[in-house]
């Protein structure tokens, strides 16, 4: 494949979303094409997935059960959208990926995080991004100041303390594929500092 794959991870309301703007902006401008999409929720199929995952409707959902409803939208998501764009050459900009399901699902949910990672590598066939850009903050600062929490979100500050460590450790097992920024630090600056880090790549 000769496109580029560019993930945006973090914990809940980090800033990911207006960074990929930002990064989308920076790209069109630069005249190259690209593809901005996210997980869950990427295709038809995921989107049907994403509310029934974040829903607090949905009620006391099984932990595995999750995990599986995850992996079915990355594994529909990267054979109708990704793979298909990388293909053509396209940047493809994803908000989430692989490392939010083993941070959430494997070190939020206390399930067992190779399993976790098996299970969600395996559906994405392999597919390892590029670059995955992580935007770091302490949940006390970020999704603890939210109204009107999803399932996700409501799952209490002790899960959101162990998903961030674990896109940590994540980001520290590989530091080459990874570019770790302090969240709320300057849009205009961070934004910046995404473009010179993805410039070389493309």
């Known amino acids: 494949m ?7 991870e973090g914990g809940d309301r980090t800033g990911k979303s207006t960074q990929v703007k930002r990064l989308q902006r920076w790209l069109a401008e630069k005249g190259r094409a690209h593809l901005v999409t996210r997980q ?8 049907t997935l994403r509310h029934l995952v974040l829903d607090p409707a949905s009620g006391d959902v099984d932990h595995r059960a ?4 995850y992996a079915a939208d990355k ?3 990267v054979y109708e959208v990704i793979r298909p764009a990388l293909e053509r050459g396209e940047v493809v ?16 949910r206390n399930l067992a995080l190779a399993e976790v990672g098996d299970i969600a590598w395996w559906a994405v066939g392999g597919l390892r991004p590029d670059l995955t850009i992580l935007l770091d903050a302490d ?9 009107n929490k999803d399932r996700l979100e ?10 961030r460590q674990h896109f ?34 493309l």
Do not use: N, W
Request: net charge negative; glycine share 10%.
């Open 154 to 163: 409501s799952a209490g500050l002790g899960f959101h303390r162990r998903v």
């Open 93 to 108: 900009v994803c908000d989430r990926y692989v490392d939010s399901m083993i941070a959430y699902q494997g070190a939020g």
């Open 66 to 69: 999750e995990a599986l409803m």
């Open 168 to 201: 940590l450790d994540l980001a520290a097992q590989r530091p080459e594929e990874y570019f770790v920024m302090k969240a709320f630090s300057g849009r205009d600056g961070m934004a910046a500092q995404i473009a010179a880090r993805v410039a070389p790549l």
């Open 40 to 47: 869950p929720g990427g295709t038809s199929l995921g989107a």
């Open 75 to 77: 594994a529909q998501h």
């Open 2 to 8: 000769s496109g580029l794959f560019i993930v945006f």
């Open 139 to 147: 949940p006390d600062e970020a999704v603890s100041v939210k109204q």
